[in-house]
């Protein structure tokens, strides 16, 4: 009798599961975007607007709030509302925000939520190339890709037996999952899809679509730049880096155009001189709550502290850590130690540092008048050598921060005078450093007759590649002067 009731039980599963999945793919609908069917059943429109009113906040809070500055707020929206009432959808509400973040990058929400960052405001030169990019993410809301995502997602796990798990908490399962979640690329069909209503877009608003492909040799170069800069390979890229998130080729956009069908318009807007007059004074690079990169100085003003590496080392701000390191195989990396606070840093070491490294030979230090402990292991590393890891905990103020000090097993010796300095550098700042310091800002200049190439890169603030960095910011071939009576954008202190 078990036995029976079991089977008919699993019978009555698997054709519930089967009617369910019959209604699943009785959900095509007409995409309004491609007019092709697509499959879209487990996220309603309502839940689509749901997830990213519910989603907003996070992803404005996650990316350091709102970049302050409200006529440019204002300009991107227009912008971005112009090309919505181009699209299929142009009585849908849009929401167009300018993120407080160095970070390269745009990405949607469903429900008409757009996000751009004031890193990508700063790197586009004119309006149509900020609108290929804004008509890019609006494609992907108008096309609904992350409703196709996700109810492929949820057909999968239908397919693979867990049908009640796949249903069990619907659209709810998206609410909550980070901006991760929403950086991660699309499937090359919607990105393509994407670019190609993008083109249609900005093409129907006047632009000049020629905009979406000079944008991305900019996003190529400077991914070239920051990788440099990193010490990584040209082709690294970093994972919050737009070219990671959007992959894309000039191949790729070209056939974008074609399979748009759309045919420019006799004189497109490009708009250059009402855009940089827009971004004029953007802050470039870290904002005050970030700390700032000066040369071998870190400085963080409203956590009160700096510290100095090593001349030869390269230096990045990264949002959880500073990392330095130098051709020799050195690194450092500075960041929070949380789970210090509240108990003896001897102890911190010994119990709660790692539970994989045993940190040895740990004594108290004082660092400028700062509680502080010391200790180190050597450890392997993933390349197969063995380095000396030497860890630093500082107590600053209600805080507390540490140096992780990475170094070849055999160039130890070599490395100890320069990262003991390190380690002392770190103090409070003086009240004069608290007003010195701010944040660098992009600010445009009118290419004269008499200016050269030298002009404008002698302005540039920054300590590392200031020709590059002045030739990726205008769009310009290292070396290539700019344009007579063209506006330039320059980074200064």
Request: hydrophobic letters at 40%; proline letters at 4%.
């Amino acid at each position: 009798m078990s036995w029976l009731f079991h089977r008919k039980t699993r019978r009555l599963a698997t054709a519930i599961g089967a009617l369910g999945l019959i209604a699943a793919l009785a959900g095509c609908s007409t995409n309004r975007a491609t007019g092709e069917d697509s499959f879209t059943a487990f996220m309603s429109p309502e839940q689509e607007k749901q997830v990213g009113a519910e989603e907003h906040p996070k992803i404005v809070r996650e990316f350091g709030g709102d970049y302050d500055e409200k006529d440019l707020q204002s300009y991107v929206t227009e912008i971005g509302n112009k090309l919505v009432a181009v699209s299929e959808a142009p009585d849908e509400k849009f929401t167009f925000t300018v993120l407080d973040s160095q970070v390269i990058n745009a990405f949607a929400l469903p429900g008409g939520y757009v996000y751009i960052t004031r890193g990508l405001a700063g790197l586009a030169s004119n309006e149509a190339e900020l609108a290929g990019v804004l008509a890019h993410e609006i494609g992907h809301v108008v096309a609904r890709h992350s409703a196709q995502r996700y109810s492929r997602g949820v057909l999968t796990q239908i397919l693979a037996g867990g049908l009640s798990a796949a249903l069990g908490s619907g659209a709810g399962d998206i609410v909550g999952a980070g901006a991760n979640a929403y950086l991660k690329s699309f499937s090359r069909e919607h990105e393509f899809e994407a670019d190609m209503l993008g083109v249609r877009y900005i093409t129907r608003a006047g632009y000049d679509p020629e905009g979406m492909a000079s944008f991305l040799k900019k996003l190529r170069a400077h991914s070239r730049l920051q990788a440099k800069l990193a010490g990584r390979s040209p082709d690294e890229i970093d994972q919050f880096d737009f070219m990671a998130t959007h992959p894309r080729t000039l191949d790729r956009i070209e056939q974008a155009h074609k399979a748009a069908n759309v045919t420019p318009v006799a004189n497109p807007e490009i708009g250059s001189v009402r855009y940089m007059r827009a971004i004029d004074g953007i802050i470039y690079g870290d904002g005050p709550d970030n700390g700032y990169v000066r040369g071998t100085a870190f400085i963080h003003v409203p956590l009160d502290f700096r510290f100095d590496v090593p001349d030869g080392f390269s230096m990045i701000n990264q949002p959880d850590a500073v990392i330095a390191q130098d051709d020799g195989g050195a690194q450092i990396v500075f960041e929070g130690a949380p789970k210090a606070k509240g108990v003896g840093l001897d102890q911190y070491l010994s119990r709660g540092f790692s539970s994989k490294i045993a940190i040895t030979n740990i004594e108290n230090i004082d660092i400028n008048g700062q509680e502080a402990a010391t200790g180190y292991a050597d450890v392997n590393l993933n390349s197969g050598g063995k380095a000396r890891l030497r860890v630093v905990v500082i107590r600053h103020g209600e805080n507390a921060y540490q140096f992780l000090f990475i170094t070849p097993l055999n160039k130890v010796d070599d490395y100890n005078v320069a990262l003991r300095r390190t380690t002392y550098s770190f103090r409070p700042l003086t009240r004069e450093e608290q007003q010195k310091y701010h944040p660098l800002r992009i600010k445009v200049r009118a290419v004269n007759p008499e200016y050269d190439l030298s002009t404008f890169v002698g302005q540039m603030a920054v300590s590392r590649e200031p020709s590059e960095t002045f030739a990726v910011l205008n769009g310009l071939e290292p070396g290539q002067p700019p344009a007579t009576n063209s506006m330039v954008k320059v980074v200064i202190d």
